[in-house]
């Protein structure tokens, strides 16, 4: 809480369900906080900045590590939450440390001055980090890459944007991947396996491209997709005896 008035940091919005009935509090958009700087072969990046801008600058300096991230549609300071990752790489592989803020029981006006986090520190996971549970705000991170030819950067941020539109529904609105990816099996194909491919509540439906995602068909609500959310669970649960953990962030009043 900030003076006692219960706060949501915002990003881009990805990997996010913010129920029909709405949230209180203040909700602090990070959208201006976008700043993107570099230092030999680190690059710096504020909260707000968008994954896609940041691996843009580092391909055109010809810094490579970042490339799994180009596509994901996110923000920094969701991407370091998140501890975000796709094929094969993710953010706890080229982060090096962090700039945050920890709030106080006394409110805004008492925060602390900004602070440090090594990469150690972070506690990151699968999908997770300490940001998580601290209760601590994202500023800003530095990342350390590695030299390399510009073309040739854009050139696997390019096979790896095929890839993607290859695989999932990128033509229509969905909030990503909406579950973690249970230990030892693939979300998608136990998903499939219980015959749930394109099953539909509402105007939200588990997609014919990627049983992994659950698309907009233009009219969902939150309601339409929590209720499928919790019917694809209880599936694949009674199937094959595995409790599929939600990706997808739930906010707000239920």
């Given at each position: 809480?900030?003076?006692?008035?219960?706060?949501?940091?915002?990003?881009k919005?990805?990997?996010?369900?913010?129920?029909?009935?709405?949230?209180?509090?203040l909700?602090?958009?990070?959208?201006?906080?976008?700043?993107?700087?570099h230092?030999?072969?680190?690059?710096?990046?504020?909260?707000?900045a968008?994954?896609?801008?940041?691996?843009?600058?580092?391909?055109?300096l010809?810094l490579?590590?970042?490339?799994f991230?180009?596509?994901?549609?996110?923000?920094?300071?969701?991407?370091?939450?998140?501890?975000?990752?796709?094929?094969g790489?993710?953010?706890?592989d080229?982060l090096?440390?962090?700039?945050?803020?920890?709030?106080?029981?006394?409110?805004l006006?008492?925060?602390?001055?900004?602070?440090?986090?090594?990469?150690?520190?972070?506690?990151?996971?699968?999908?997770?980090?300490?940001?998580?549970?601290?209760?601590w705000?994202?500023?800003?991170?530095?990342?350390?890459?590695?030299?390399?030819?510009?073309?040739?950067?854009?050139?696997?941020?390019?096979?790896?944007?095929?890839?993607?539109?290859?695989?999932?529904?990128?033509?229509?609105?969905?909030?990503?991947?909406?579950f973690?990816r249970?230990?030892?099996?693939?979300?998608g194909?136990?998903?499939?396996?219980?015959?749930?491919?394109?099953?539909?509540?509402?105007?939200?439906?588990?997609?014919?491209?990627h049983?992994?995602?659950?698309?907009?068909?233009?009219?969902?609500?939150?309601?339409?997709?929590?209720?499928?959310?919790?019917?694809?669970?209880?599936?694949?649960l009674?199937?094959?005896?595995?409790?599929?953990?939600?990706?997808?962030?739930?906010?707000?009043?239920?």
């Open positions: 809480m900030i003076n006692r008035i219960n706060y949501f940091v915002l990003g919005g990805s990997n996010i369900l913010i129920s029909d009935k709405g949230m209180e509090g909700v602090i958009h990070t959208t201006r906080l976008n700043r993107i700087g230092d030999e072969h680190c690059v710096s990046a504020q909260c707000g968008s994954l896609k801008d940041l691996c843009d600058y580092a391909q055109k010809g490579a590590g970042l490339e991230a180009s596509g994901i549609p996110g923000s920094v300071g969701g991407a370091v939450y998140m501890n975000a990752g796709a094929y790489g993710e953010i706890k080229v090096r440390y962090s700039k945050y803020l920890e709030p106080s029981a006394q409110g006006r008492s925060f602390a001055s900004v602070k440090h986090l090594k990469a150690a520190a972070h506690l990151f996971g699968y999908r997770s980090s300490v940001f998580q549970t601290s209760g705000i994202h500023l800003s991170s530095l990342f350390s890459l590695t030299p390399d030819d510009p073309e040739a950067i854009a050139e696997r941020m390019r096979e790896l944007e095929k890839q993607r539109w290859s695989k999932q529904p990128m033509d229509l609105p969905s909030g990503g991947s909406v973690k249970p230990q030892g099996h693939f979300t194909r136990l998903v499939d396996d219980c015959g749930l491919r394109g099953f539909q509540i509402g105007g939200a439906a588990i997609s014919n491209k049983c992994g995602f659950i698309v907009n068909l233009g009219s969902a609500t939150a309601a339409d997709v929590l209720a499928l959310i919790e019917h694809v669970q209880k599936k694949v009674e199937r094959f005896g595995v409790l599929l953990e939600p990706e997808l962030r739930l906010i707000g009043r239920q």
